[in-house]
């Protein structure tokens, strides 16, 4: 009996004049179009796991602040006596006991590193996971597995942390939850990105196994034309490697390639400094004199521009040139904050928001600029190793938070150096804005030896 949909199976036998194999990005954009309401659907869903992953990152903002405090004996205190030198009778909190764990287990006298622990332990956790869980996502677990996992593991310890008894017990609940979510973001990224066609890649942020392409590709056709498509046609190269691979292969690609350890080494040390930026101007607004609710509020509406200026012009700006731009004028605005805290206080939260604005504009960019510059074998593995060194910087940021209550030059001063210093590298990497992506390694080694001629 024939085969009911022959024209979709692989045929082994060629019929009539061979056919030029088509590129991934060829398929895509035959099979699902360049941006179809199913691709807006399924990015915009994978996408809303990002909005728990931020509030998890800066919840401690308020459940680790240092409440403010009045005076209730002013015969031994006032407002500009030592909280750690009064009689506990002498002063109370202003807000219940329970609004900050600073408050409710009595932590107003302990030393910065105890005060920053949890919020540090999150940062711990999220680098650990993305050492250990990274790869798995391009190996044995897959993106859409690993995703799962991710957010249950968010969820779970998330919920456990209301039943903390202590300080110490809450910091190892961070950090569970910092490692549990450690890939959600950069699963969610390249889930939103491999089935878009490349026109839109960069306004939403390809597949690695060729059965589960082609697979995806029948399921997702717009057409009845396109599903009459042959799929055997379609040039997915593989690299020429043992069957079996351990999870930590692609990383060892990445290293092993001169060229692509130069772009990860570089694109890590300045997600070090965007890190620090990023994950640190919010938890350092309790040192500025505004109100914490309204600057919290104005940096969160900072970051909805920041996207949106990635979303509209990341087809038609440089990435190296913008990311580079973006770097210096977040240092340049964080170390204004130092300088405007100690001549015009009221220009300080302005100084404030233009240097997150810029940090989380920046964030976007060098997410982007990963995904572009290396190939789908090592896609996953690499910008989840960007996004570790922005954890790793962003780990050191509670601390001098902490450290910087009294003199913001160790907090903002020191973040505004660290970007802008790290930015500085990219000098060196190629610019991929209008290229292709390519699907291994030896086939991204091909595009930069053709383009050689080219820039000569």
């Not at 949890?118 to 940062?123: G, K, R, T």
């Not at 640190?280 to 900072?302: D, E, K, Q, R």
């Not at 500085?424 to 991929?432: F, K, V």
Request: hydrophobic residues 45%; aromatic residues 10%; neutral net charge.
């Amino acid at each position: 009996m024939s085969d009911s949909t022959p024209l979709l199976s692989h045929s082994d036998k060629p019929s009539g004049p061979k056919l030029p194999p088509w590129s991934l990005d060829d398929t895509i954009e035959r099979c699902i179009g360049g941006f179809a309401w199913f691709q807006i659907f399924q990015a915009i869903l994978v996408s809303l796991a990002w909005v728990f992953d931020a509030q998890q990152t800066f919840i401690s903002i308020f459940t680790d602040a240092v409440p403010s405090w009045h005076c209730t004996d002013e015969s031994v205190c006032n407002s500009f006596s030592n909280i750690c030198q009064l009689p506990k009778d002498a002063w109370s909190w202003d807000w219940p006991a329970y609004t900050s764990i600073i408050s409710e287990w009595g932590h107003e006298c302990s030393t910065s590193f105890i005060i920053g622990l949890p919020a540090s332990s999150s940062f711990m956790g999220c680098l650990l996971g993305g050492l250990v869980l990274a790869t798995l996502a391009d190996s044995t677990l897959g993106r859409k597995n690993m995703f799962l996992f991710s957010c249950l593991t968010m969820s779970s310890s998330s919920i456990l942390t209301l039943f903390s008894p202590n300080i110490w017990i809450y910091s190892v609940l961070r950090f569970i939850n910092g490692f549990g979510r450690a890939t959600v973001t950069t699963c969610a990224l390249v889930l939103s990105t491999e089935l878009v066609g490349k026109r839109w890649r960069g306004q939403v942020g390809v597949i690695g196994r060729k059965e589960e392409a082609i697979t995806t590709l029948k399921s997702m056709a717009q057409t009845a034309s396109a599903l009459t498509m042959s799929f055997s046609n379609v040039l997915i190269e593989q690299e020429s490697v043992n069957d079996n691979v351990d999870i930590y292969y692609s990383i060892r690609i990445l290293v092993k390639k001169r060229w692509a350890a130069q772009r990860l080494a570089t694109l890590m040390f300045t997600g070090f400094g965007i890190g620090m930026v990023y994950y640190g101007m919010p938890l350092g607004l309790g040192n500025i004199s505004v109100n914490l609710y309204l600057s919290v509020t104005l940096n969160a509406l900072s970051e909805l521009p920041a996207s949106l200026i990635t979303f509209l012009l990341i087809g038609k700006i440089n990435r190296k040139e913008s990311l580079l731009g973006f770097t210096i004028l977040s240092g340049v605005c964080s170390v204004m904050c130092v300088v405007m805290g100690r001549v015009w206080p009221s220009f300080q939260i302005a100084m404030e928001l233009i240097s997150f604005f810029s940090a989380c504009t920046a964030f976007n960019m060098a997410l982007i600029y990963t995904l572009e510059l290396f190939p789908t074998c090592v896609r996953n593995s690499a910008i989840s190793m960007v996004r570790q060194a922005l954890v790793f910087g962003g780990m050191f940021s509670p601390l001098l938070v902490a450290a910087g209550r009294e003199n913001n030059l160790i907090s903002f001063g020191v973040f505004g150096m660290a970007i802008g210093i790290c930015g500085l590298p990219l000098i060196g990497l190629p610019e991929t804005r209008g290229g292709t992506f390519c699907d291994t390694m030896d086939e991204e080694e091909h595009k930069q030896k053709d383009a050689i001629p080219t820039l000569a």
